[in-house]
């Protein structure tokens, strides 16, 4: 049984096409190829609020690359955006984004489940019953002990420790449980239950809204235990999606081929249109533009937009221009307001450095208003759903307000500035550019700031995320930035605004240390009507932002470029990049 | 003979020993001495958003907690014996030279560096090629015309390409004749020799030339500087009182003892390059050792750096272990003892 | 004409310090058969004139004057050439220190066979007999074993031989030996003499025998030849030179001499100062910055350069002393000191 | 092949034979240094590298009165001079103009003339004490090596030899990538500038430990310090007094050919990213940001020139002066 806001989401024009894909009547299909490219216009943020070059031809190979490596190809060790929408090619969820341009592209519709969970106990169960009929690439059926498996071995952090660690946190885990792998024949009946072939249900230790969101994650991604090899599974993941992996190197490129025991009449939310897919990793970024420019490859997986060098290339070439996408991204570019640190443990201090910001500065040094980003001036960004826009410390022109700046000084006992030290990842280009900014405008005010950079790899976990470094060196701003594992409040703001999070070491919440933002916290978790959770957590951002221990910079855009031949393409806020899944070549 | 080998053997050994602990104190002793815990190592090869708990089991997992010593121990058993390792639902054997696994994606080390050698070993070689003829050439050309037009030009372009910094001209290169011209492959391009030599050679002639440029440059000075030096030589006066032409007095007596040293020098230099050009790789983006080197260090990855920093010293011993060799049969002078 | 001439012969080099005037006109003469001893010390230009009869100045920075006529065929304005295809043929050179004139990486049989081979359009197995018989031919034990050693396996003395052996092997018809015993011990030095003059006679070429040592050409030269900055400042058969040497740097020389009935570092009349330089020559005589005798010539030895004057048959001097002066000074200052000690 | 892969230098280029005949041919009256002097002074083009070099000294010393005569502050942003779209400056080939000479950063702004002049001063401040370091412990090693020889030259051997079969480069930005940001009483950009110092120091003397070695050597076998050594002479006399002073030659010529050799290995660090932290300028920093710019030609040829000229400078004067104390290599 499908519940009914999923069916009637099948209106848009995209999960129509969907539905003549599956071989289900109605809608027109288009006519693709050469006319099609003709039929398009290539127009700037064409692919943001529809489908572009839409078409249901099958049928040739979609080339992808990637300037980076994959943390990890195993649906329970990975916790890249681009690795869960990328992978959604060789596994299924529970639940997946709605695979459509616009807002819309938030909401998460069931994939293996026939419906979205249903919750118990006040939000403390949530059951989904998986659909019939779907198998593995070998074609074994899948069933709901296969998704319990796969969740029970992503516990084991220590053979996948890269994967989130959300379903550890929230289910109702024995003690001393160390995952699938390990403890073969524990009982965990207390986390997840599966009463039959179908059923599966989550236990969690305390009643949580955003399930959903949760289990659309790759750990809920069916693994079946006889084919686990463990922390070498990445390198043969046995499909439930409609491709699976053909040849794979690890680090240098793979392929995907169609898995012939993936039944598309179980699966409304993928067209599968390619017969091949091409992946190389590890390539040059600057030579990845080019290509991508020139059309000899489809898509930059990472979705994080063209390098500068690109800009300078693309932006004043209309034609070039018209084929890209100019999406915001649910993500915060900020520096963290270190109250540990003397003079900042006086909001004063704190919102002064506020005001003493240049807004517009801050956005050049970060990319510019294509590829930097919105000038932010709260925390949530905008494709958060239920967010609100709101600038508690404005100025003419985001141009930073001098005045108020020593005014704020003033009232902190500094009224001649102070010194501190930014930190920031010396191998991220634009995070160095936002601190050279910072020590430009600051010094205005006669807050002098000494620049310090430190290695991306340790900067969480030694520098400027290990409270001890923090205060033993006096660091109190840090360069820092945040993106949401899923578009709600929750998902978003808890690991950077909640106290109780932080630990000795690898923390992403710096600076907000505020038991006012803590209640909070808990109120909207466990809300489980979402007008009023939306609310509570506008009215967290609010605190954060009076507490002036988060100094937003931008909410991110990224400047993504439509391949060139590439069908169906659309920006997905959800995914926060071009649906993948949903690709298709001419 | 035999026994000068195996003493240079034993030497070698010793010295990958040196090289090795090198590489590891400046991984774990030193950030020890800045206050980094297990943990802090730990946190590194964890995903984003990790609990304690997933640091505390990883630290174990990797050994941060035992001591230094311990971990050193562990690692050199490896190369040695090779070892076991655990992958959760089963235990592979990793046979010698086991140099572990990567900290971050669990991947196996040395077939890393079997992957990446040919690319390197290429670049080498291509350069090398280009360099030794030009330079070479170049050099004893200029030590014959010694003060000409000619010599000034080319001595001034060699000292010229010793001055400029390979990841400028590897930079200016690509923008004009890849991105320019469209006349070269653009930077990462590379594509094995078995697979397709033409294309092959067309990613590579770029950093080739770029490379041999720089080496050309020292070899050319060196060239003529020896030769001068061998021109002066009694011998050679020798072997013109003996009324041999010309070309006879430079090529067979004058050269010959000239590129003597000459050849020790390349052996050291091939070593260290096919060992990974940190620079023209990650300049040309090609994915050879040195590539691997600069992103492992990245990425704190010490399994990959202490892999590609042993490799590296291997070659450099055995190239200047074949050097000697060599030398002892260019010249009958030496005897190896 | 002789059949070796030389005519007013100069070696000039330019350098960044000025003009060095190596051989600033020199003139000689020598028969078939005949030994000529050139001496002088370090820097007077004797190797110079050897290398220049060579013409292995030819090409070079050397600016060369004058004639030099072998066997009827002058050599300074021959091509490059022609002198190429005559050395070592019909002129060959013995060097100083065969351990640094041989080249070091090839056996001593490939360096013969090779100077041979030249010359001699012959297969190499030719060329290897005959470099096993000169071998043996100047004394080398086992030649046809040695043949196949470098020269870093060889002793001084059998260094030297081969040397000799490899400038005799296309039977040279003038040879010019450059200090062919400097780097040998004494016994050596006796062994090798002997068996350049045996030699000598068996081939009868002429010879020219280079030294700063008199000692060397006492017993083999018939004329000796005295050089100094680069002019020949004294000529004469070997009595003459011996007996009745007529100018004070001969005296030096002769007082230099080493002897049996002296001590080897004894010196009784050492020659004060060093040579000169040859770019900023001194002026007039050069010589007269070290000669004792300097001011008896009124000034004349700074301002006026001294010609070279004929005192008896075929002796020559360059010296502004009267020659009456000379000779009592020879006899009643010099000649009893050297005996005296 | 010095120090850096495939930084090449000139170093290797070391004829210390020929360095060490050049002093023995003193010729009475003149000194060898005056004698050097006067080849030098003739050299026109080693006259050339030299008067650049005093020139890029000059620029380095006065950095900040040529900036505020010339420039904006170094660290100045000039948002009005870029486009906030493509990030690129708006005026043609850079922004260069009379008010920016070698036109403006993309991104901020900045004067890239005024970044160069302030570069020179950490370019040129490392290379010199990075070479007073390389000088200092190659000197000590070479002489303890090769005067007092037996094991003593053994183990110095060896060491050098591990040093030169390391993977320089690769250690050197590890070992800058793991330093602390403070220590040994310093922080910030004095430790960094020390630390650097350090490693590039440490890491190029056994080039010149090589050649002091071979030199001594052959000093130890001549007539004077065998003198010496036959009147009771202390091993510290003959060291200071005899061997010493004959070593400057050497000393002064390679030490003038590791200084652009170690300008260029700070350089690689800097573009490798583990040099001086920002916002301080390098060239080899400014190099490494231009990688993502190399579409703006200026960007990458004003601070690639910087470096290249400097190099060059010191390789030629350098050149004249081996050649003034040798002439035959010339």
Redesign the interface.
Known sequence: MRRKTASAAAAGAVLALVLSACGGGGGTPQEPGAKGADAVKQEFNAGLTKVFNPSTKKGGTLKYAHSG?W??LDPG???YGYSFNFGRYYWRTLTTYKPVPGPEGNQVVPDLAEALGVPGDEGKTWTYKLKSGLKFEDGTPITSKDVAYAVARSF????F?????YL??LLDWPKDYKGA??DKDADIKSAIETPDDQTIVFKLKKPFASFDYIVQMPMTAPVPQAK?????Y?EHVISSGPYMFETNE???RFTLVRNPNWDPATDPNRPALPDKIEVQL???A??LD??LIAGDIHVDIPGTGM???A???V??DPALKGRTDNPTIPRLWFISVIPDVAPLNDVHCRRAVQYAADK??N???Y?????GGEIATNVMPPGISGQEKFDPYPSAGFKGDVAKAKEELAACGKPDGFETIMSFR??R?RE??L???M??SLAKVGIKL??????A??Y???YAG?PE?VKK?GIGLAAHGWGSDWPDGYGFLQ?IIDSRTI????N?NLSVKNTDVDKLVDQASAELDQTAREKLWVDADKKVMEDASILPVLWAKSLLMRGQGVTNQFYNEGQSMYDYSMLGVQ | MLTYVIRRLIGAVAMLVVVSMVTFAIFFVVPQLAGATPEAFASRYVGRAATPETVQLIAERLGFNDPVVVQYARFAKGIVVGAEYDYGTGVEHCPVPCLGYSFLNQQPVWPDLLDRMPVTFSLALGAAIIWLIAGVSTGVVSALRRGSFFDRLAMGTALAGVSLPIFFTGMVTLVVFSYGLNLTAPGGSWTDFGENPGEWAYNLILPWITLAFLFAATYARLTRAGMLETMGEDYIRTARAKGLREREVVVKHGLRAALTPILTLFGLDFGLLIGGAVLTESTYSLPGLGKYAIDAIANNDLPKVMGVTLLTACFVVLASLIVDLLYAVVDPRVRLS | MSFLELKDLRVHFPTDDGLVRSVDGLSFSLERGKTLGIVGESGSGKSVTSLGILGLHKGGPAKISGEIWLDGEELVSATPEHVRQLRGKKMAMIFQDPLSAMHPFYTVGAQIIEAYRVHHDVSKSVARKHAINMLGRVGIPEPSRRVDDYPHHFSGGMRQRAMIAMALSCDPELLIADEPTTALDVTVQAQILDLMRDLQSEFDSALIIITHDLGVVAELADDILVMYGGKCIEYGNAEDIFYRPEHPYTWGLLGSMPRLDREASERLLPIKGSPPSLINVPSGCSFHPRCPYAERTEGKSVSQVPELTETDGGHLVRCHLPRAERRSLWENDVKPMMETT | MTAPLDVSGSATEAQPESVLAGSGKVIEGRSLSRIAWTRLKRDKVAMGGGITVIFLILVAVFSSVIVSAFGHPPLEFHPDQIDSATLSPKGTFGGVSWDFLFGVEPVNGRDIFSRIVAGAWISLLIGFLATLVSVVIGTVMGVVAGYFGGWVDNVIGRIMDVFLAFPLLVFAIALAGVIPDEGFGLSGNGLRIALLVFIIGFFSWPYIGRIIRGQTLSLREREFVDASRSLGARHTYIIFREILPNLMAPILVYATLLIPTNILFEAALSFLGVGINPPTPTWGGMLSEAVRFYTLPHFVLFPGLAIFITVLAFNLFGDGLRDAFDPRAR
Request: a negative charge; glycine letters at 8%.
């Open positions: 490596n943390d990890s060790d990975t916790y084991d952090k220590e053979v420790a890269h994967g989130p660690s550890n946190e792998i390990k686990d090899t463990g922390a070498k990445q690890i680090d240098k590890q390539v040059n600057d030579d080019n290509r390098q500068p060098a800009l300078g290339k932006l004043p517009v500065s956005q050049t040094a990319g510019g208003e294509f590829s010396a191998d280009p160095k550019a601190a050279e900014a020590e430009q000494t620049l310090k950079g430190f290695p790899s340790d969480f976990s030694n290990n470094y060196n690991a630990r000795d070491a690898g992403y």
